[in-house]
C-alpha cells in the first residue's frame, strides 16, 4: 500500500482536526501550574502548532525519527564560537521573522536585521580611526557616519560594537590558525559629535557554513548558502533602543537571494571609491581608496 494510502487508512472517519486533539488538549492542560502567564501562552502556542503540523502533514513515525536525529546533530555542532541552532533559524527565515515582529520602529530610524551565527566572541575595544582588518585585505576602506537620534539630534558616547567577514568571506574564528583572533571587530565609542569612523576592508559574500545539519538541509532543499557582503553592527546609546543591522555594501552578488533574508533596502550603502588624497590623509589610507558614509539613527526609549 501506497505511504499515501497508508496514511488515509489511519485517519479514515476522522477529520484532520479531530485526530489526536485530546492528546493537544492534555498536554495544553498540563501547564496550568506554571506561575509564568508569558510561559504558559508561549508553550500553549507551541504545543497547539506542532500538534496542527503533525496533524495536517500526517507526521510518520519514521519522519518523527529524522527530525529528532536532525536537532540533535544541530546542537552537536555547536560549539563555543559556532551556533548551529541560530543558522538554522536564519535559513528558515525565523530570526527574520522575529526581527520584524519586534521592529515597529519610529519613522527614519535604522531598521534592524538578524544578529547571525558569528556574534560569539567578544569585540576588542578600539580607537576611532583604528583599522579592524588586521591581515590587509584586497579592498582597503573607510566606513563613517554619525549615530543620531530620531530628531537627527547627535548621540555622543554611543557605542558601536562591529563585526565582519575578510575579504575572502571569512570570520576571524571560522580559520583561528589563519585570522588574529578580533581581526574583523572592534567596539568603538562615538565622540562628542555621535561621530564614528574606523578602516578595514571590503568585505566579501560567502556561503554560511555547510559542513553540518543546516547545510545538509539546503542542499537536500536545492537551496544556496550565499549571503552579501555586509558589515554587522549592534548601535547603543543611553536613552535609547540598541538596534542590530547590518549595512549591505551596494552591488554585491546575493543581494536579491540571502540565504537567510535579512536584506532591507535602506541598509544598502554604496562603498564608493573615493579620489581624494586630503581625505585619504585625513583617514591615514591611501588614494584612492572606497568610502561608506552612513548615518545610524536609534529610537529613544518610550
Known sequence: ?????????????????????????????????????????????????????????????????????????????????????????????????????????????????????????????????????????????VVSGRVLSADGTPLPGAVLDVWQADDRGFYDVQQPDVQPAGNGRGLFTADAGGRFWFRTCVPAPYPIPTDGPVGDLLRATGRH???????????????????TTHIFVAGSDYLDSDAVFAVKKSLVQDFATTDDPSLAAEFGMPSPFRHARFDLVLEPNA
Open 1 to 141: 500500500m501506497a505511504e499515501a494510502e497508508r496514511r488515509r487508512a489511519r485517519g479514515a472517519g476522522m477529520t484532520s482536526d479531530a485526530i489526536g486533539t485530546s492528546v493537544t488538549e492534555e498536554a495544553v492542560a498540563s501547564l496550568h501550574a506554571s506561575a509564568d502567564p508569558r510561559l504558559r501562552e508561549l508553550l500553549a502556542g507551541l504545543i497547539g502548532h506542532l500538534h496542527d503540523f503533525v496533524r495536517e502533514t500526517r507526521l510518520t513515525q519514521e519522519e518523527w525519527e529524522q527530525a529528532i536525529a536532525f536537532l540533535t546533530a544541530t546542537g552537536q555542532k555547536c560549539t563555543d564560537t559556532r551556533q548551529e541552532f541560530i543558522l538554522l533559524s536564519d535559513v528558515l527565515g525565523l530570526s527574520m521573522l522575529v526581527e520584524t515582529v519586534n521592529g515597529d520602529r519610529v519613522p527614519g530610524a535604522t531598521e534592524s536585521t538578524v544578529l547571525g551565527p558569528f556574534h560569539m566572541t567578544e569585540s576588542p575595544v578600539r580607537e576611532l580611526g583604528d583599522d579592524i582588518d588586521l591581515v590587509g585585505g584586497a579592498e582597503p576602506c
Open 225 to 243: 548558502p550565499y549571503r552579501p557582503a555586509h558589515i554587522h553592527f549592534i548601535v547603543g546609546a543611553e536613552g535609547h533602543t540598541p538596534v
